[in-house]
């Protein structure tokens, strides 16, 4: 069983990193109102997305428009949402749609219906190959999940969470929905800080994963040389929890697989290593 979710979840992997290399042709952006990029909404009451693409720009004498599917996990089907251009000739459009925290989906609501934690993503097809295959512009956000990033280096380790895993909260166990992140230490003495390097796909898409239960994986980067952006060679993981709950950061202690010949490593980064969670544990009472 942990062979197969192993090779399941390395091709999963792989696929969603290719599919981020393909898409690079045009840039999607969860913002704020003032534009900027976010990675989660804290108080927002709405969703605001960005493109700039100038193949979208149709007629240089006029102001275009064209629509993107903005997803929740709450409503995976999503909303069409209008995207204008910000003027003649920009290349640049923006639009909105309004959050509703629901407990069920209502197609075409004008409404995105989300739960506290959910991931977000913002997607339009960009064209089709020949065989019909569409390529697609996309980006993700969360909705109050962790302000947690990370930034493809191009150098990563795997790390496997199988379905069995074992994850509590004081001795009880953590139910789905939790955010897991790796974090490395940037900085020495009273300066130190640990700052997180695990996500899978475009450059600093929001960070970590949120775990339901099921098998999945994350990379781990590895710094570049000189960057300190990263894990080094043979540092060990620091992992975290948010839990959606209290909104709270817990530090978490992992003990890992060692019984499958596949899994190369264990607790530390290596490039292009592969480790396998068994255990993660928070202890906040003493």
Do not use: C
């Not at 997607?123 to 295959?133: P, R």
């Amino acid at each position: 069983m942990l062979k197969s979710s192993l090779s399941f979840v390395l091709l999963l992997f792989l696929s969603s990193v290719l599919f981020a290399q393909q898409t690079n042709k045009s840039a999607l952006f969860f913002t704020n109102s003032k534009g900027e990029k976010v990675y989660t909404y804290k108080d927002s009451k709405n969703a605001y997305i960005k493109v700039i693409n100038a193949k979208r720009n149709i007629d240089p004498n006029a102001v275009d428009d064209f629509y993107v599917v903005v997803s929740s996990e709450m409503e995976p089907n999503g909303e069409s949402v209008k995207l204008t251009e910000t003027g003649k000739n920009t290349d640049i459009f923006t639009g909105q749609i309004k959050f509703k925290v629901s407990p069920m989906a209502f197609a075409k609501s004008g409404f995105l219906e989300v739960a506290k934690g959910d991931k977000l993503t913002a997607k339009y097809t960009l064209s089709k190959n020949e065989q019909g295959v569409e390529d697609n512009v996309f980006n993700n956000a969360y909705y109050k999940g962790p302000e947690w990033t990370f930034y493809n280096t191009g150098a990563n380790h795997i790390v496997l969470f199988p379905k069995n895993i074992i994850i509590t909260i004081d001795g009880k166990p953590a139910e789905p929905g939790i955010f897991i992140g790796a974090f490395y230490k940037k900085g020495e003495g009273k300066n130190a800080k640990y700052v997180n390097a695990a996500g899978t796909g475009k450059g600093t898409a929001p960070g970590g994963f949120k775990w339901t239960g099921k098998v999945n994986a994350i990379a781990i980067w590895g710094t570049q040389d000189n960057k300190n952006n990263g894990f080094a060679e043979g540092e060990e993981f620091h992992w975290k929890i948010w839990n959606p709950k209290d909104g709270k950061v817990y530090d978490a202690v992992a003990t890992y697989i060692d019984s499958d010949e596949r899994i190369t490593n264990r607790g530390t980064y290596t490039k292009d290593g592969i480790s396998g969670v068994k255990t993660l544990t928070v202890v906040t009472k003493k």
